[in-house]
């Protein structure tokens, strides 16, 4: 696992305090919250500050001020605000913040929260991180604020594996890569030579599972992302689909499709490389997805009749108890259960349109977020907040974010096309 220690980051508390300024996400649509947030002082500090920035801006949750609105000029980011002056431009909360390079060479940020109605300071800390780290220093002081102002644990600091697609339609590159979540620092973990397709991230964060075509037929991989070491997970016979690891990392689910047409669910431990049956129907079941807690799959069938109408479906981890929970017009697929464990995210074709969407985990409170000409594949941020998926645009795809309610959505900035994300637990 890695540490924030051993990616050179570390951190202490410089006042703590008693929070009384809270942003409840529970009640539904949420207005985003006014907070000012002015540069940073130090060299690097109006870097830092502008990323924190668009972080909480880009979670719905938070409207950033505009700074020529801002009355006092902050030159002491320890010094006690203002409040009045940041009052009357109606800012709820303030952060400020600086930057310095330390005598060893690391840069120390540091930043302070501020109540503007309660008149305190609700948190402030200190990070220590070599120059390599400077981007997630500012997405870990943005996860701070999200949490002590939303009582749940951000997600910024975290990365989303892709697929990225370049070239002419006809002959397409595609290369694995990964980025920060918010299209930052892109590193490519594949030369293209091959078609990949379904990264997926191991819970222990440091490795993925894949499909590659590279000797004629998909097989599936698993790849240390810091080491590049790649091994075969396993040469099955027929086509093999969708493979995700379960919560504790041990074991990697997929479908296998046989001669005769049908595919089923099968799953791997990593460690004996047993493979275990868990469907044995004459329809097509695919897509499996764990419960955040190991206990349940969630996966997609069309063995309740009707050409390609494939629904979703539960059950157990052994494969036991399979029963239908969507019963709505359309063609379900990709569904993947929500880190939280509330909600099941899900692509869905009706009406000539395809749909990203969320249900209970019963079947009940189905909720269409997005709609497009051609769009799918989600993935949850961590926090089970917010969903990745890719939509195709003029000439190819590219990746999207939205929030549950649906009213947040933004492309995520690639310098290619993009498909298949798969979003990183936070890293440590």
């Not at 595609?174 to 918010?182: E, T, V």
């Amino acid at each position: 696992m890695v540490t924030a220690m051993a990616m050179g980051i570390s951190s202490v508390a410089i006042l703590p305090a008693q929070a009384t300024l809270e942003l409840n996400v529970n009640k539904g649509n949420v207005e985003p919250m006014p907070i000012a947030i002015p540069d940073f002082q130090g060299g690097l500090g109006p870097q830092i500050s502008e990323i924190v920035t668009a972080d909480l801006k880009r979670s719905g949750l938070f409207a950033p001020i505009d700074k020529a609105a801002f009355v006092e000029k902050i030159t002491n980011p320890d010094a006690t605000p203002r409040f009045d002056d940041w009052k009357v431009i109606n800012a709820q909360a303030l952060v400020t913040g600086s930057v310095s390079k330390e005598a060893d060479g690391r840069i120390r940020a540091q930043y302070r929260l501020w109540d503007i109605f309660g008149n305190q300071q609700l948190a402030g800390e200190q990070f220590f991180a070599n120059d390599a780290n400077q981007r997630r220093v500012a997405h870990i002081i943005a996860d701070a604020i999200y949490e002590k102002i939303t009582g749940e644990k951000g997600y910024f600091d975290t990365r989303v594996v892709f697929v990225d697609e370049s070239g002419a339609k006809n002959a397409r590159k595609k290369r694995l890569a990964i980025m920060d979540q918010d299209g930052a620092n892109v590193r490519y973990l594949s030369d293209g030579r091959s078609i990949v397709l379904t990264p997926r991230f191991s819970p222990n964060r440091q490795e993925i599972t894949y499909m590659s075509y590279e000797s004629g037929q998909p097989k599936v991989y698993l790849l240390q992302i810091e080491t590049g070491q790649r091994e075969l997970v396993g040469n099955f016979p027929g086509m093999t689909f969708a493979p995700r690891f379960s919560p504790d990392g041990q074991k990697v689910i997929m479908s296998l499709l046989r001669d005769d047409g049908n595919s089923n669910i099968f799953a791997m431990d990593l460690r004996s490389r047993s493979t275990t049956r868990l469907t044995d129907s004459t329809a097509i079941d695919t897509s499996p997805s764990y419960s955040p807690d190991g206990s349940q799959i969630v996966f997609t069938s069309d063995r309740g009749g009707g050409s390609g109408r494939s629904q979703i479906y539960v059950m157990g981890a052994d494969g036991s108890n399979p029963h239908r929970i969507s019963f709505g017009d359309g063609v379900y697929s990709t569904p993947v259960w929500s880190p939280r464990g509330d909600l099941i995210a899900f692509t869905k074709q009706s009406g000539g349109e395809f749909q990203i969407g969320v249900m209970k985990t019963d079947g009940s409170g189905e909720r269409i977020l997005s709609s497009g000409f051609q769009q799918e594949g989600p993935t949850w941020a961590p926090n089970g907040r917010v969903l990745m998926f890719f939509r195709d645009s003029a000439g190819g795809p590219k990746l999207v974010s939205v929030d549950l309610t649906g009213r947040n959505e933004q492309q995520i900035p690639t310098a290619n096309y993009a498909s298949d994300p798969a979003w990183s637990p936070l890293l440590e």
